[in-house]
C-alpha cells in the first residue's frame, strides 16, 4: 500500500462515483478534503459545502487545502432537466470546472476531471458515426448537458495546460446512486414485462472500477484526455437482458426506441469510446462490461 500521504481535494464527494472513489483513496494512503452542495459525511469523513459555481468560495476552499490532485466529480447530471435549466447546468458543468481549474493554477495543483461521452453523437445525438470515438476526436457534443460537459473540459484544459487529466466515461453504474441497473431491479420486483431502449449503444461502466484505475492514474501522474470505460458497446436492452441473466431475474424485455421512450433531452445513438490510450497506459485491458454487471451485483450482496 502506498502511504504518501498527500491530499487530494475531491469535489461532488457526495455523489454516485465519489462514493467508490473516497475509500479506494484512503486505502492508498492519500489524505482527503470532502466537498459537495451540502455538508455530509462520506466514509467516516466529513464533506464540506461548497458550491463549485462560485469564483471565490472555490478560490478560498483551494487555496486553504493546496492539494497536490483535485479530483473534480460534481456535475449537474440530470440529463433531462439540463434542458430546461441550461444555465444551472452551464453554471456546474462549464464554468464551475472552470472555477476549480482557475483557482488550482494559483496554487500550482494538478486536476483529474470527468467528463462525458455525451460530448460526442452530434447536437440532437443522431450523428452517423458507429466506430468508437478515440480521445483526440473533435468533440461533437450532445444536448445541453453535453455543450455544458464540453465547455467544462475546454476551459480545464485551458486554465491547466500541463496539469490536466481529462477521464471520459459512459453510462455510470455503482453502488450508491441512482442508475440503471438499481433502477432494473427495482422494477425486476414490479414488473414482469418491461420494455427498454435499443436503438441508443454505449458502455456502460462500473462506478467500482473506475474509482480503482482513477487512483491508479493519480499515482502515475498520468495527465492530458483518456476515454474511461469498460470494453464492449451494447444497447440499453442487452444490458437489461444481462442484469435480469445475473440477477436471476424473471422479466420479459421488449425493445423500444428512443422515439418512443420521450425523454427530453437527445442521447447519443452511439457513443462507444475507444480505450485503447488507457489500456497502453495501465498495461493491460480494461474490464468487460459484463464483468461490471457481475461486480455490480457482487457489491450489493456483499
Ligand atoms: N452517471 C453517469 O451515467 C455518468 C456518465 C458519464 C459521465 N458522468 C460524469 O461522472 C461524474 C460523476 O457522476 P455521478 O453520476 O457520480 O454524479 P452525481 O451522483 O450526480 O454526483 C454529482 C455530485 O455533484 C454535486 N453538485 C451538483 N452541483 C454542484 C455544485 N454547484 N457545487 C458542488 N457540488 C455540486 C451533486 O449534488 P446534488 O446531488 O445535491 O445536486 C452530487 O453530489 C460527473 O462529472 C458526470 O458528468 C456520469
Given at each position: 500500500m502506498a502511504l504518501n500521504q498527500q491530499t487530494v481535494m475531491v469535489t461532488g464527494a457526495a455523489g454516485m462515483l465519489a462514493g467508490d472513489l473516497i475509500p479506494r483513496l484512503l486505502r492508498g494512503g492519500w489524505r482527503v478534503q470532502l466537498f459537495d452542495l451540502k455538508q455530509s459525511e462520506v466514509a467516516g469523513c466529513l464533506v464540506a459545502a461548497l458550491d463549485i459555481t462560485s469564483f471565490k468560495d472555490v478560490s478560498n476552499a483551494v487555496s486553504d487545502v493546496s492539494p497536490e490532485w483535485l479530483i473534480n466529480c460534481a456535475a449537474y447530471t440530470q440529463v433531462d432537466a439540463a434542458e430546461s435549466n441550461e444555465q444551472a447546468a452551464f453554471a456546474v458543468n462549464g464554468s464551475g470546472a472552470g472555477n476549480l481549474a482557475r483557482a488550482l493554477s494559483d496554487v500550482g495543483g494538478k486536476m483529474l476531471h470527468i467528463s462525458t461521452d455525451?460530448?460526442?453523437?452530434g447536437p440532437d445525438g443522431c450523428s452517423a458515426r458507429r466506430t468508437p470515438y478515440l480521445p483526440e476526436d473533435k468533440p461533437d457534443p450532445c444536448g445541453v448537458y453535453g455543450k455544458s460537459k464540453h465547455l467544462g473540459e475546454v476551459e480545464v484544459v485551458e486554465a491547466l495546460p500541463e496539469s490536466h487529466l481529462v477521464l471520459r466515461t459512459s453510462w455510470l453504474h455503482g453502488i450508491h446512486g441512482h442508475n440503471f441497473v438499481n433502477t432494473m431491479l427495482k422494477l425486476a420486483k414490479e414488473r414482469t414485462e418491461l420494455s427498454v431502449v435499443d436503438d441508443q449503444v454505449g458502455s456502460p461502466t462500473w462506478a467500482g472500477w473506475l474509482a480503482e484505475v482513477m487512483v491508479e492514474l493519480i499515482e502515475k501522474d498520468a495527465r492530458g484526455t483518456f476515454h474511461a470505460t469498460s470494453r464492449g458497446g451494447i444497447s440499453w436492452l442487452d444490458f437489461a437482458r444481462e442484469i435480469f441473466r445475473v440477477a436471476g431475474a424473471e422479466v420479459e424485455l421488449k425493445g423500444q426506441t428512443t422515439e418512443e421512450l420521450g425523454r427530453e433531452a437527445p442521447r447519443p445513438r452511439y457513443s462507444t469510446l475507444d480505450v485503447g490510450k488507457l489500456e497502453s497506459l495501465l498495461g493491460r485491458q480494461c474490464i468487460t462490461w459484463q464483468e461490471g454487471v457481475a461486480r455490480h451485483l457482487e457489491a450489493l450482496r456483499a
Open positions: 455525451y460530448v460526442f453523437g
